[in-house]
């Protein structure tokens, strides 16, 4: 278990170089706010989405170097916006971690990339375990 | 006139006396009257010899008469002449033998009756099948009377005949034709009126050949009929070329014998009927479709549930063949009842929608008193509401937990923020409230967890994908973290494993969530200081991990309990859990194919076995990476 230690900055590669950024698309505003802080924290450009067709469309503009997707949003859900940014030739190298809690992994799975996306359980994971996961996948 | 042996006596002494007096006053005392008086005494003697002898031989008559009834001769009738008490007695014995004779007579009618009822009853109570009694009735007849042609006549319900004819002895044709316009001469005299031959379906003829050589005729004849219910079902005509061959007794005989088998068929066919319309109201009346299928693959029962629910309404008498054709696509019929015969065991079979209805079937063999399997019956019963119900449920937990999901982590996070200091620095005292407050909220997230895990299992939406998987390797990248809690409570634990394992076609994920269950709860119900032991070994076609802790056990009456949903057994009641783990454990096991079982002493313990096959195939012996052979001892982390 992870309880609170002191969050360190050994999370916080590549700060002194280019701010590598971070696209939340989330419907949640606490949500939101919360990895906007954990990732603004850890020396992230972080941008938000608020649903899946916001989401695309900041993805092909920021072209983010990594983009955190929940699934149940208005508009547009989250599995329709990983198949677009899957399919767009102007999204489709982005790495997605699908952090949600939508519990059937196997309606999401079929859309994601194999080696390229992740698959997180919200409730399941604390925000270190996101940070963690982020900074595996880019580094 | 005849004097009896003591009136012949008497008057021989009676005739010397008289004489002798008679001679002494005649002659006064003179030697004359003696003379006379010897003379006649010596006649007299004479008589008296005579008739001595004559008794002799009238006895001797009728020690001989009686001797032939001792024997069972009564026909000797002769009536012993002589002397009147000989000659009495001599009748009185012939009035018995008559009377024994006759009852000789009745006797052996009656037991021939019995006897022929006996089997008569007994074959019809095989067959049960009215149209057989004639039959049976006609072929028994050989024993009682003798005969050339026996010619019968079985008549259905709905009008038709069959016509057979045994031919005991060779006769010409025009006999049997003589026969059989006898027998339906009977017919038209019974009926009122006369047999045509569109009515008669069949005839047969067996027995002796045919020979227009004889040139007998019909000389003796009888006919009896047989009547069921009160209906005519058969004539029997008998016949003969002896004439005066059957006698008034003998025929009447026949005549109760085949009325007391038609009343016993009634009976029995009233009896059936009876018991048939009980079972069929039965059938009918409830909410369950059933068909039994017999051995010989017949359909023996359908009730009007069951032709509802398969779409054959119309039919009165299902076929099997319609069964099977109107179940095609939906269920394999003929699959099942063969499955259901070779197992001879119930086998339910995968749920059948018809219409808007969902039926589970299962079906059952039928067996005999002596365990002899003669049918399968198939009950369909209606789950509709059941799987509405269950769905309900299914969503309703789903949902529930979706939504309550959401906040959760909403707090896990925020909680995690304010312990990192996120919002700024806190004192210990707020520090220790926020911790219990995120403790608190970890145990809301494993409840709502396991409700999400059970309605998911439930639904069948649980995700199972099953790769070859090195368990040993697997194991070795995951206890680590499950370690902490035993470090927490000053716990030993042990893992003990192979060099090498085959790998097991299982979803290392749900493997894990087995495995994981069963360690937090060794850890969780064995006290401070315990011990917790994890082997893994491979036992034939199976890999075995074995959980064992020296905690606080099982209580033994409610260990049948374990993997039920919301169990907790009483002494752990107070301890924190939802009871579903094990739940949720048990039916992994059981959707990645293996085993969960457990012994376990109050007191002393408990260890949980989890079996997974390797199943066939693709899986080989694969040497481990890690070459060390030793168990490891891993440090708690």
Known sequence: ?????????????????????????EDEPAQIHALEKTFQKEGYAVHTAENGREGFEAAKAQAPDVVLLDIIMPVMDGIAALEKINSDPATKHIPVIVLTNFALYEKVHPFMSPGKDHFLTKINASLKDIVVKVNTILS | MKLSLTQQALLLCAVTLLTSGIALVWFGNDARALVVAVTVSVAMAAFGVRILFSTIRSLNNLRSRVDEIAKGNYDVITPVRGIGEIER????????????????????????????????SERITASLDESEAVEIIAGSLGKVVPYSIVSYLTIRPNGTAFLKCHIEESVNKAFSEETKRILFCAFAALKGSALTDEQIEKTICFGAFFDEETKSSVRSHFSLPVYVNGALTGIITVASATPNLYKEDEVGILYAVTEQAGATISKMKDLIAEESNKTHSMLSSINEGLIMVTTKQKISIINEKAKAIIGIMHRDRPSLLDVIQALYGKFDFRGATDRVLASKRTESF???????????????????????????????????????????????ISITSHQLRTPLSSMKWF???????????MPEKQRGIVNDVYTSNERIITLVNDLLDVSRIEAGKMQNEPTPTNLIEFLKSMLPEAQQQFKKRNQVFEFHRPDTLPRVMVDPKLVWQVLSNLLSNASKYTPENGKISFDLSLHNDAVLCTVTDNGFGIPEFQQHRIFEKFFRADNTAKMEGTGLGMHIAQQITEAMGGRLWFESSEGKGTTFYLSLPISNGAQKQEKSVQARGENDILPAL
Not at chain 2, 89 to 106: T, Y
Not at chain 2, 359 to 385: C, L, M, R, W
Not at chain 2, 415 to 425: H, K, R, S, T, V
């Open chain 1, 1 to 25: 278990m992870h309880m609170a230690g002191k969050c360190s900055c050994v999370y916080n590669g590549g700060m002194a170089k280019k701010k590598k950024t971070i696209l939340i698309i």
């Open chain 2, 415 to 425: 909680l995690e923020m304010l312990l990192n200091n996120d919002a700024g620095e």
């Open chain 2, 350 to 396: 995968q749920e059948f929608t018809a219409g808007a209805s969902v039926y589970k079937i299962i079906a059952n063999p039928v067996k005999e008193k002596d365990g002899d399997v003669i049918g399968v019956v198939f009950v369909f019963s209606d789950i509709t509401k059941e799987k509405e119900v269950d769905r309900m449920k299914t969503e309703f």
């Open chain 2, 89 to 120: 007695l001599s009748e009185a014995f012939n009035v018995m033998a008559f009377r024994l004779k006759h009852h000789e007579r009745n006797l052996t009618h009656k037991a021939y009756q019995a006897a022929v009822l006996k089997e008569i």
